[in-house]
């Protein structure tokens, strides 16, 4: 498995931004497919974006459509969450997952929790009203 490592969280006011970055290690990035999830306190963790292997194919959950940009750089080891307009309700824990598919399915991103193998300690996100 990949290790994983996110940073970027903290606090900000109700429209600001932040920017999450997520440090892969231990394996060859580029055959992962890639997640950020987020788990607010009392409440399932649900996925926000993911991203295909090959960085083309992008996938975001509707509460983030427009305002949250997923990105990947393989050479790198990273992937990253922009997060635009951010709101109250964005407050959460954010982790970074990571699917090993391989060299294959390229374009294939995964939405299910329970698809992703590797997993960050996570990041928190706090946003002021």
């Known amino acids: 498995q990949v290790q994983l490592v996110e940073s970027g969280g903290g606090l900000v006011q109700a429209g600001g931004s932040l920017r999450l970055s997520c440090a892969a290690s231990?394996?060859?990035?580029?055959?992962?497919?890639m997640g950020w999830f987020r788990q607010a306190l009392g409440k399932e963790r649900e996925l926000v974006a993911a991203?295909?292997?090959?960085?083309?194919?992008?996938y975001y959950a509707d509460s983030v459509k427009g305002r949250f940009t997923i990105s990947r750089d393989n050479a790198k080891n990273a992937v990253y969450l922009q997060m635009n307009s951010l709101k109250p309700e964005d407050t959460a824990h954010y982790y970074c997952?990571?699917?090993?598919?391989?060299?294959?399915?390229?374009?294939?991103?995964?939405?299910?929790?329970?698809?992703?193998?590797?997993w960050g300690q996570g990041t928190q996100v706090t946003v002021s009203s």
């Open positions: 997952a990571g699917k090993e598919i391989g060299l294959s399915r390229g374009w294939y991103v995964y939405t299910g929790t329970n698809e992703y193998d590797s």
């Open positions: 231990g394996r060859t990035f580029s055959t992962y497919a």
């Open positions: 991203i295909s292997r090959i960085a083309g194919s992008t």
